[in-house]
């Protein structure tokens, strides 16, 4: 099975396919026309550079087309009272006494220390689905903890939300 990914995701990475076909694409191929014009290829660090950058971009193109072409497309729709994607939450951690801020987002934006967790991760698996005042254990390899679910805005606004690089 692929990515989890919402419309949003999918709409976001053709964007980034289109600009880097489209943009990136022509810069780097013009900039190892120009290292190549330099002369003697064997000791050229701007042709050797200028490739790398090619071979990168061409990379993250087809890595961004294989997660397309694999994905499982998923609603970013929950009912009113239950955690879903793109939803805010405050969760009480019982082990250490503190309440912290997450955003529940597809594995693609995950980013934890942005407070954005994938709906793949254990604690992301464990809160989805579950109400406000609701007492979750989540699982780890170690065993697990529990949280308490205090909060929960709807969040619709994705647009600040980057793509993970690989």
């Known amino acids: 099975m692929g990515e989890q990914l919402t419309k949003s995701d999918v709409e976001k990475i053709k964007e ?13 191929l013009e900039a190892v026309k120009e290292a190549r014009a330099q002369g003697d290829l064997s000791e050229n ?4 550079a200028a490739k790398q950058d090619k071979n990168r971009n061409e ?3 087809r890595y961004l087309e294989r997660m397309l072409k694999n994905a499982k497309i998923v609603s970013d729709e929950s009912k009113a009272d239950e955690v879903g994607i793109n939803n805010t939450v405050d969760l009480y951690f019982e082990e250490d006494d503190e309440t912290e801020t997450y955003r529940l ?9 942005a407070g954005l967790i994938s709906i793949e991760s ?3 698996k464990a809160i989805k689905g579950h109400k406000v005042g609701d007492r979750v254990l989540v699982k ?9 679910i205090r909060k929960i805005d709807k969040t619709t606004d994705d647009s600040q ?3 993970r690089k690989y």
């Open 16 to 28: 980034e396919i289109e600009y880097r076909k489209l943009v990136v694409r022509k810069k780097e």
């Open 59 to 61: 990379s993250r193109i």
């Open 122 to 124: 254990p604690l992301g």
């Open 161 to 163: 939300d980057t793509l």
């Open 45 to 48: 660090f701007e042709y050797k």
């Open 140 to 148: 780890t390899q170690g065993g697990g903890y529990y949280v308490e």
């Open 105 to 113: 987002v597809t594995s693609v934006r995950g980013n934890s220390l």
